[in-house]
């Protein structure tokens, strides 16, 4: 791989990207990573302030020695810096720290104040299964129409509003999609939302670590209720989530895990609980996930959002029509390079007469290239993107539940995250366009059970790369 960009400004920020990993014909290379969408690498700034921290280490929370008050403020500090960062006013908003966005979308399902008369939840068909399936079990959810190239469609999303009104209680909307990189528009939605009395969750797992978010105050119509991060797609993979959301509903009712550090008075019949954060933070808190996601986010700060989106577009305008040359490649979702500034730098395709599991395969065994494919935790918005008629989809179902994945319908999907360079696709490119040539020298099978394609002569000891003890 040529390296046209070596000056590129912000590779030295993040850990393992020189990272040499082996290929199907023995050889090294550099790896490439475009699956931000799924997880990023770490910032370095959030590895060296966990190093540092663990130093003062202990107890949060009514530890009176040193290290304790140390960690309890760093802890608060913490979600301080995540409020700062989705713009959230701390008298009206609360940060309930927690592993991820599926943890913050189901605690927001068990403590959302449904009424017996107000129980819709309205969940756009593009979203993440961890923004829908919580719901499904919480309250009637209606699923919002898309178009047919995967936008969300806002006329279906006005109509259902206008027929359900004082039906609705929540609108549960992602700001981004993790399979095409649609934004939503998130703020014009809200306004629509609260016109008639209802909330809005806004899931930031995928936009956030990539556009700046703006809760707004809560006397702004456009602002949002609840607002979820996961560390781990905003360079802080260290275990940590925040559930951004409006104190009042979780200044009522009982928290959905008990025990300790939530509550004020336990007696052997009754329990008062604590006031927000801590009444839904039961148990000890993972503190040292908290400090690398809020040194991560200050990382995210001092490079400005707008310069990380800036960069983005850039790659994103630079891969599309060089994608699109590929014969029998197809992108989906938004494909105008010009529009590249409209969306994020998630770009999903399919290979004509090649299965998105032997795609990938190859592409990561013999170009050191790191994708995804399949589904992306979308199955429905996979089955909208790609057409899939209802017939074919219960034959694949039926497939898969006989142990069948062969045929399971997918697409592969590059993410770029702030570190990725034009280098990389162009070698991406190139890979393809040898790939969908036949250019490829492994021998491939699939696996029945998992769909995956293995190369014959893969026979890797991971323990020389990495063990334990
Ligand atoms: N929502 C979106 C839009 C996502 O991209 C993801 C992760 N891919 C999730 C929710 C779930 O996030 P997590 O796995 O961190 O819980």
Known sequence: ?????????????????????????GTMQRYINFDNAASTPAFRCAQDAINQFLHYYSSVHRGTGFKSQLSTHAYEQARHTVLNFVGANPQTHTCIFGKNTTEAVNKLSHRFPFTETRNIVLVSGMEHHSNDLPWRSAAKVIHIGL????????????????????????????????????????????????????????????????????????????????????????????????????????????????????????????????????????????????????????????????????????LTSYAIPRLSKIPKLHLYGEMDPARAAERLGVIPFGVDGLSHFLVASILGHEFGIGVRNGCFCAHPYILHLLDVTDELALQVREQIIEGDRREVPGLIRISFGLYNEEDEIDALVEALERIVRGEYRGVYHQDARSGEYHPDGWNIDFDQYFKFC
């Open 147 to 314: 178009t047919s190239d995967g936008h969300l469609d806002e006329t279906n999303f006005d109509n259902l509003l206008d027929t359900y009104q004082s039906k609705v209680a929540l609108v549960a909307i992602t700001g981004a999609s993790n399979v095409t990189g649609i934004l939503n528009p998130t703020h014009r939605l809200a306004e629509k939302v609260h016109a008639v009395g209802a909330q809005i969750l806004v899931d930031c797992a995928q936009y956030a670590p990539h556009r700046r978010v703006d809760m707004l105050e809560l006397d702004n119509p456009a602002h949002f209720d609840y607002v979820t991060l996961s560390g781990h797609k905003m360079y802080a993979p260290f275990g940590t989530g925040a559930l951004v959301g409006r104190r009042d509903t979780f200044e009522q009712g009982d928290p959905e895990y008990r025990g300790g550090g939530e509550v004020e008075i336990v007696t052997l019949e009754q329990v008062v609980w604590s006031e927000p954060p801590e009444r839904d933070e039961a148990g000890s808190p993972n503190t040292i996930g908290a400090v690398a996601m809020a040194a991560a986010i200050c990382q995210l700060q001092s490079v400005g959002m707008d310069e990380v989106a800036r960069h983005e577009a850039e």
């Open 1 to 25: 791989m040529t390296n046209k960009n070596t000056n590129h400004p912000y590779r030295s920020y993040f850990v393992g990207l020189d990272q040499e990993v082996p290929l199907l014909d």
